[in-house]
């Protein structure tokens, strides 16, 4: 069989409601490395964070983080680095905000928040990444891969008007649920980075097999050959992607039971 590369989201896809990896997910994954096959894991997550699930699967794995404005190698070294502008960012900082929205920065090798939000760091538990609470008029301007705004859809809605309205196309702006708004530098995203680690790997595009949940993975799934997305997912995902696949839940670990199908795994238990 051709070595396939299998890429996937991990919140709302991979991981399970408790935003763990299950236990049939980590059979399964393993498995298919033992067969030849490639894994990336491609998420919004901080590369910090991403990497305890790569650590947990203990087999070669790429990773594309933040949205795609980093992607390291198995080994941990970073492949690509794709930051916003400084005066843009400056101006993403001091963008006024409603009340209840908190503004997050992901840079290279840390995660600044403006104000204490417990809420933000309970997707994060499974992994012990947290942030450091910074001011935002002390918040740098370089070397930030993904400026995050978290807060109700109706403010998060406000606040993507008036930055395409600025930035006229110049920033990426998506979703990575209904209550993260998250911008990087123009052009990135999870599709433009896995179309360049599939170039660097050597692997064609049809021979990849994606999966994801929500408006951020869209350009990912159209880039590959066999995508998929959940039965969870946002629900504007079927109308982005006529060709895709849609699969069971992510509490019930769809996809390690799509991948047992797909490769002729035998059944779990």
């Not at 794709?82 to 997050?104: K, M, T």
């Not at 951020?216 to 079927?238: K, Q, R, T």
Request: glycine fraction near 8%; proline fraction near 6%; include cysteine.
């Amino acid at each position: 069989m051709t070595p396939r590369l299998i890429v996937s989201d991990l919140d709302g896809t991979l991981l399970g409601s408790d935003h763990r990896l299950h236990a049939d997910t980590i059979e399964v994954l393993r498995t298919l490395v033992s067969h030849g096959h490639h894994l990336v894991l491609a998420s919004g997550r901080h590369y910090a964070d991403m990497r305890v699930f790569r650590d947990e699967l203990d087999v070669p794995i790429h990773l594309i983080s933040s949205n795609g404005a980093y992607t390291h190698d198995p080994a941990d070294k970073l492949l690509d680095a794709n930051h916003i502008d400084p005066r843009q960012a400056a101006a993403l900082i001091q963008l006024p905000r409603p009340e209840g929205v908190r503004l997050s920065l992901y840079m290279d090798d840390a995660w600044y928040i403006d104000a204490e939000s417990p809420r933000h760091l309970e997707m994060h538990a499974a992994t012990g990444f947290v942030y450091q609470v910074v001011p935002p008029e002390q918040m740098p301007t370089e070397g930030i891969g993904k400026i995050l705004y978290g807060g109700h859809p109706d403010a998060l809605f406000k606040i993507e008007t008036a930055i395409r309205e600025s930035s006229d196309g110049s920033l990426h702006v998506t979703y990575s649920t209904s209550d993260s708004l998250e911008i990087m530098a123009g052009g990135v995203n999870k599709g433009v980075a896995l179309a360049a680690l599939l170039k660097r790997i050597s692997i064609a595009p049809e021979h990849c097999l994606a999966f994801g949940d929500n408006l951020n993975d869209v350009e990912m799934l159209s880039l590959v050959g066999e995508p998929h997305f959940m039965l969870n997912s946002h629900p504007d995902m079927a109308g982005h992607l006529s060709a895709a696949r849609q699969i069971g839940h992510h509490g019930e670990a769809a996809v390690a039971v799509l991948l047992r199908e797909r490769f002729g795994l035998p059944a779990n238990g």
